[in-house]
């Protein structure tokens, strides 16, 4: 399953992408580093509180907004990416695993 990190990191990039906005263009206006940036949104960055304040405001949402994780509240697009990282980032034992839910899902 995917670590908190993970979840925001996607969160905010899909966020990014929806603003129509580069990595450089929201790394820029958030005052982070490309590397930072490129790291928060791979879930291997550590952000501050000060870094989500300035990657909110910089993608003109609230910081409640930016932390709404909720899975029922995702598009379509957004679960499907969730899913795919989850999926590929799973064991090949837990691969198997979820090939079973899916194909018990749909039977």
């Known amino acids: 399953m995917a670590n908190i990190h993970e979840i925001l990191g996607k969160r905010i990039q899909l966020l990014r992408k929806k603003a129509g906005l ?15 940036l490129g ?3 791979r879930g291997r960055g550590n952000p501050t509180l000060e870094s989500l304040h300035n990657l909110s405001v910089a993608l003109d949402i609230s910081l409640m ?5 909720e899975v029922n ?3 379509t697009k957004m679960t499907e990416e969730l899913a795919i990282d989850i999926i590929q ?6 691969k198997t695993k979820i090939l079973k839910i899916l194909t018990a899902l749909t039977e």
């Open 65 to 69: 907004k930016l932390f709404d994780l």
């Open 39 to 41: 790291e928060i949104e």
């Open 89 to 94: 980032s799973a064991s090949p034992s837990d």
């Open 73 to 75: 509240l995702l598009t």
């Open 22 to 36: 580069t990595q450089l263009e929201l790394a820029e206006k958030a005052n982070l580093s490309l590397k930072h």
